[in-house]
């Protein structure tokens, strides 16, 4: 006998408050999943550009024509740069954690304290970002 459930419509954006960790934590791997593949895809694309470097040749580093080295040194002297760097390291840490909770899950490790562990992932996640800002502020006036 099979049962039928009302969910509501989906597009009720007022049912977010009864969202669980487990449902949040689901949200959340799916957004960092995507956006690691989009910057893996923009990665791609200004590596490609880097024609010279890829011969590795160090004349061309060193005579500073090289467009791999100007364009990543122009970039790593932007704050918005650094504070994307900063915010990439926050997903992918996120995204990591989140994978090997969910691992765990999967192995039938900590089932029952999944909500705890999800929110173990977002505060390690934290710490390690905020750890990691001197880091990648260094060197840009912060």
Known sequence: MS????????EDFGRWKEFSAGMWAWIFHK????????YLFTHIAVLS??????SGDPSLIQQETDVYTTTIQGLES???VRVMEVGLLA???FHILNGLRLLMVDLGI????????FY??????GVI????VPTFMRGVGF
């Not at 049962?3 to 989906?10: A, E, F, I, K």
């Not at 900590?110 to 562990?117: F, N, R, T, V």
Request: a neutral charge; hydrophobic letters at 55%.
């Open 49 to 54: 550009t880097a024609i010279g470097a890829a």
């Open 78 to 80: 932007l704050f918005i």
């Open 3 to 10: 049962q039928s459930y009302n969910r509501g419509l989906v």
């Open 91 to 93: 997903v992918a840490v």
């Open 110 to 117: 900590g089932l029952e304290a999944q909500d705890k562990s």
């Open 31 to 38: 957004f960092t999943g995507w956006i690691l593949i989009g």
């Open 120 to 125: 173990a992932s977002l505060i390690l996640t």
């Open 129 to 132: 970002t905020v750890a990691s």
